[in-house]
């Protein structure tokens, strides 16, 4: 059992946990993730590790409730217990020291970039970073980004902080300024931002790192579940990723598969229904 | 019935006995176990049968060596206390071996009764022995002298377990660690609850714990903690990790939607219960099934796909019906259940519709041509035999291969060509003081060659720590 901590709410439907788990604390480095499973009977849900106290053997998780695996988590109060938090999982961020870095997030991808962001900057790179959400109110962590970033530039859909409009917008006007022009951008957000600014860095050449969320079981390279194909090969995001050149990766495919449990995938009574299932016997 | 011991004739009289099943109708739509375990008086009169040959073939075909004319002939006594600490003795886990070893290739392969109609149901009385023991008897109590040494297990499944036991009982002090939520290894997450119940392997762990082992589940080695940290903590250690790494197809379409490893698909089922109500770990579910393999894994999706709904299940496999390696109980059952068998297919393409969902495979004919090295008639295709079949889920069974996870961050331990780890004789790895068995090392095996392995290596682990080590105390 671990013992959760904290509990704050963030932003609508975000919440920040800090959790006691002393070996995860211990052996975690920036871009690695846990898998919690709340109790007997839940999901295994991937969550990035955001930050980490190998002293006080505790992590913090920001978590986005978007289904009821991920609702339950945050429903935990402080004083609670998650039956079961594996990990770290996954690899951890290459920091390299590129000079100009823009960190791009987008929703709750902005508590998954944080702890890139800052390994990125106490790596000795110039950090812009550049966050988006739907109003205001969803704007994450943009104090915590800002106690290492030279710039938090913030877009928001309807305006209400910032610029109005998507990142990928003002990540344009970057990478369009010869002098303002970044050596990488790492991106962390919904496929379709991940796959519109890796589109975007394309023409200039410029080392675009993403991160994968793809459906995820063990963790641990046993299922597949999580497999990608990223430079025409099969990689499975746990163990190969999470983070991925994003100039490789087949982002359709992605938002595809992640889609598998959101749609009709009982289609058991509807195929049934039609007859299919008796269509071709021999 | 008198209590003269029976003649030899008189013993060659009895037939073998039927195990009593659920009707192939009821179980194909349930998840409950299949098999139904004989009544006393069945197993002491199938028990019987036994010779009680001098030069025991039985148990040569046995991996572990368990003494079967001496358990059995306790059976036929009505001595079940007897025959229960006779297997207790030879083997960790016997209600999963009675249930899952492959039988009909080992023990009862040899049974001298096989030679003229059929062998002694060794298995179903190993079955019936072991559940009767852990009704009736108290489970087993730790030791009291301890060593004052410290052994840690990687990975719970019975390579494991076993290694734990046996160096429990002899009084050391051990942790595994398991990287999954639960232990048991294939156990828990890819044998089904109708061929394995999960209760059994709680009771079996149980059993461990009751001997004093400790198990701590979240721990994956390589990740949480290293094996040069182990060593740190402990005075030896045995990795146990099995052979978890899905192997695919590689054939387009395999990332579509509705394609599963076999992995996926029964970890799914078994160890997070999508098939029950209360499961929340979604699976899909299709009217037809296809699954890709012919050993003891794709016999499980299949039956499992049938069990979660299809309406036709059919497995596919590459060579023909003889060569399949799965055990023979489990293709009789899943003939019974209506579950489609095509040989001699290899899938070349698989085919979606236009949301990513699989709607059919493209596959070849087969024939079998000159043996290859398994000795085993190699598949070759047919020219222009390609044909469609209309499919919604797929499931992957081609095999596993040794998980790089743990071996990764420990460049000091020698593998193979194939990444398994290699050992000595005595069951040590190139790392002095750790050892290795199981699927790990032998590539996917069986559930009772990663007992014995266990089984040795504790026993060479306790004769190192003795030789090599001061307790700690
Ligand atoms: C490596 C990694 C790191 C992640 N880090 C974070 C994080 O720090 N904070 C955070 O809020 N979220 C994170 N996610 C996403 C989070 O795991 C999903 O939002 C969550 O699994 C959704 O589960 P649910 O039951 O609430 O939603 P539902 O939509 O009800 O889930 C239905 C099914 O789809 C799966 N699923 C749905 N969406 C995703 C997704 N985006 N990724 C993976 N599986 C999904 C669920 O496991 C479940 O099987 C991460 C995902 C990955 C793979
Ligand atoms: C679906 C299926 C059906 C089968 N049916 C049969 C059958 O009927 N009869 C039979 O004899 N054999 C059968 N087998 C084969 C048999 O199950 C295996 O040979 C046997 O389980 C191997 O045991 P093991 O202890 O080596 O490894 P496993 O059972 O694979 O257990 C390894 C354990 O180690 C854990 N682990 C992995 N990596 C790490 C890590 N880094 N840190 C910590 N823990 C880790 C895993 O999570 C797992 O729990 C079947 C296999 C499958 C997949
Ligand atoms: S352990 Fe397996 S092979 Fe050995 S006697 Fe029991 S059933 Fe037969
Ligand atoms: S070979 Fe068969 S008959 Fe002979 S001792 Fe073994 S089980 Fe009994
Ligand atoms: S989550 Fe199972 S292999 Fe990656």
């Known amino acids: ?282 | 019935m008198s209590d003269k011991p029976l003649t030899a004739k008189e013993r060659l009289a009895i037939e073998r006995t039927h195990m009593p099943e659920q009707p192939a109708e009821k179980r194909a739509r349930n998840f409950s176990e299949v098999n139904l375990g004989l009544a006393e008086a069945a197993a002491i009169e199938e028990a019987k049968r036994c010779l009680l040959c001098k030069n025991r073939p039985c148990v040569q075909g046995c991996p572990v060596g368990v003494r079967i004319p001496e358990f059995l002939e306790r059976i036929a006594a009505g001595d079940l206390r007897g025959a229960a600490e006779i297997l207790r003795a030879d083997n960790a886990l016997p209600a999963t071996t009675g249930r899952v070893c492959p039988q009909e290739k080992q023990c009862e392969a040899k049974c001298i009764r096989g030679l003229k109609g059929e062998p002694v149901a060794v298995g179903w009385l190993e079955r019936f022995v072991a559940d009767w023991a852990d009704e009736n008897l108290a489970p087993p109590s730790a030791p009291k002298t301890k060593t004052g040494f410290r052994v840690a297990v990687v990975g719970s499944g019975p390579g494991g377990l076993t290694a734990a036991g046996e160096l429990a009982r002899l009084g050391h002090d051990v942790t595994v660690f398991e990287a999954l939520h639960a232990p048991g290894g294939v156990l828990r997450y890819g044998i089904p609850e109708f061929r394995l119940p999960k209760a059994i392997v709680d009771r079996e762990v149980s059993n461990l714990e009751a001997l004093g082992v400790k198990i701590e589940c979240n721990v994956i080695v390589g990740k949480t903690l290293t094996v040069a940290e182990i060593l740190r903590e402990f005075d030896a250690c045995f990795i146990a990790n099995g052979a978890g790494l899905p192997v695919f197809l590689h054939v387009p379409g395999e990332n579509l939607k509705g394609v599963y490893s076999a992995n996926e698909y029964l970890t799914r089922v078994n160890l997070m219960g999508a098939y029950k109500p209360e499961g929340r770990t979604p699976i899909a579910r299709g009217a037809i099934a296809v699954v890709f393999g012919g050993g003891n894994t794709a016999m499980d999706a299949v039956r499992t796909a049938k069990r979660l709904g299809s309406t036709r299940a059919i497995l596919a496999y590459r060579r023909g019906r003889d060569e399949m390696p799965a055990r023979a109980e489990e293709i009789k059952h899943a003939e019974e259940e209506g579950i489609e068998f095509m040989f001699l297919l290899a899938p070349l393409e698989i085919l979606g519709n236009d949301d990513g969902w699989v709607r059919a495979v493209r596959l070849q004919r087969m024939e079998l041509g000159a043996p290859d090295a398994s000795g085993r008639r190699r598949p070759v295709p047919i020219p222009g035999s390609e044909f469609e079949l209309a499919a919604d889920i797929i499931v992957v069974a081609v095999g596993t291969r040794a998980n790089p996870l743990l071996t990764a961050t420990c460049p000091d331990l020698k593998l193979n060509k194939w990444g398994n780890i290699e050992i000595d004789a005595n069951g040590m790895t190139s790392i002095p003081g750790v050892f290795a068995g199981g699927d790990i090392v032998r590539g996917g095996a069986t559930v009772i060659l990663a007992m014995g392995d266990g089984k040795t290596a504790a026993a060479s682990i306790d004769r190192y720590l003795r030789e090599n080590k001061v307790a700690r105390g």
């Open chain 1, 1 to 282: 059992m671990f013992e959760v901590l904290r509990n704050e709410t963030l932003a609508p439907q975000v919440h920040r946990m800090v959790v006691r788990a002393p070996r995860v604390a211990k052996a975690r480095q920036p871009g690695q993730f846990v898998i919690v499973r709340l109790g007997e009977e839940h999901e295994r849900i991937p969550l990035t590790i955001a930050d980490a106290d190998a002293q006080a053997g505790t992590i913090t998780l920001i978590i986005q409730a978007v289904g009821q695996g991920t609702k339950d988590i945050v429903a935990t109060p402080a004083g609670g217990h998650l039956r079961d938090v594996a990990g770290p999982l996954g690899k951890a961020t290459e920091i390299e020291k590129f000079g100009k870095v823009v960190c791009v997030g987008g929703g709750v991808g902005t508590a998954v970039l944080f702890p890139l962001a800052k390994a990125l900057a106490e790596a000795g790179n110039d950090v812009v970073t550049l966050i988006g959400g739907r109003s205001a109110s969803y704007v994450i962590l943009r104090d915590e980004l800002a106690s290492f970033s030279r710039e938090v530039l913030v877009t928001t859909e309807d305006g209400s902080l910032g610029v109005k409009g998507f990142v990928t917008a003002v990540l344009g006007e970057i990478l369009a300024d010869a002098s303002r022009r970044p050596a990488a951008v790492y991106a962390v957000g919904p496929v379709p931002m991940m796959a519109a600014i890796a589109k975007q860095t394309r023409p200039y050449g410029v080392k675009t790192i993403v991160s994968l969320n793809p459906i995820m079981v063990d963790g641990t390279g046993m299922c597949g579940g999580c497999r990608v194909t990223v430079g025409g090969e099969i990689k499975f995001a746990c163990v190969d990723g999470p983070e991925f050149d994003g100039h490789e990766v087949d982002f359709a495919e992605l938002a595809a598969r992640q889609g598998t449990y959101k749609e009709d995938y009982c289609r058991l009574d509807a195929q049934l229904a039609r007859g299919k299932g008796k269509e071709g016997r021999p």
